[in-house]
């Protein structure tokens, strides 16, 4: 147990894929236990490309409460922690500050509705977490959000009344780093699956990408096609 405590740590940002309580903005096209079992896919390649990350130790912060029982099947081996806060700031900063006070060499929080998010950026994310570097780490969306942030120490100021689904939250984080004196490095953007827009955008990405990015959902979405 040491030595995972000198790793990073990634959670994944996950909630139990139920019908009517995930991805429900993609209804329609999709029906409600479609877009659920669509995002058990997407849950699951995020698994797979967290499980091969090197210097890390796979997390799922999951929710509901009640949920500890899926995700140990989803996600053999790593690590649950349940999320705890009232809203999403609240839950990302006790996230990772429960993780950092376990001893953890850096905490990252990554989402999961960015299947075919390549694990490079995940990797360097871990990277600058485990060597002298910046004190924040933020992979940005196309939609002025963030895929990832990662931490060296807790900012609970990063995460307070912040317009979470909003065009601004990054570049609000990133005015409050600076603020606080925090160096922050920004990854390579890219884009998540919130919209029928952005499933479509998901669906063209997977027909011109190699046949090992986003397995699960690539399967969902062939078959779903063929309805």
């Not at 990634?10 to 019908?19: C, G, Y």
């Not at 952005?198 to 046949?211: F, G, I, S, V």
Request: proline content about 7%; overall charge negative.
């Amino acid at each position: 147990m040491a030595s995972s405590l000198k790793e990073v740590a990634v959670a994944i940002m996950a909630k139990a894929p139920r019908p009517g309580t995930v991805k429900t903005r993609l209804c329609p096209p999709l029906l409600a236990t479609e877009a659920a079992a669509l995002y058990r896919c997407f849950l699951l390649d995020k698994i797979a490309t967290v499980g091969g990350l090197v210097d890390a130790r796979p997390v799922i912060a999951y929710t509901p409460d009640d949920a500890r029982a899926e995700f140990d099947v989803l996600a053999p081996g790593f690590a649950l922690v349940a999320q705890d806060g009232p809203d999403l700031g609240a839950r990302l900063h006790a996230t990772l500050a429960g993780l950092l006070a376990a001893g953890h060499a850096g905490a990252i929080a990554v989402d999961s509705d960015t299947p075919t998010l390549p694990s490079g950026f995940l990797q360097q994310a871990v990277d600058c977490l485990t060597r002298p570097g910046p004190d924040v780490v933020l992979g940005p969306t196309e939609d002025g959000g963030y895929y990832l942030i990662g931490v060296r120490a807790p900012h609970r100021e990063l995460f307070e009344k912040m317009p979470w689904s909003t065009p601004e939250v990054l570049e609000i984080t990133r005015r409050r780093a600076a603020a606080a004196g925090l160096r922050a490095l920004c990854l390579s953007s890219w884009f998540d699956v919130d919209t029928p827009d952005d499933l479509e955008r998901l669906r063209a990405t997977l027909d011109r990408a190699n046949d090992t990015t986003a397995c699960e959902t690539r399967r969902f979405l062939a078959s779903w096609r063929q309805q």
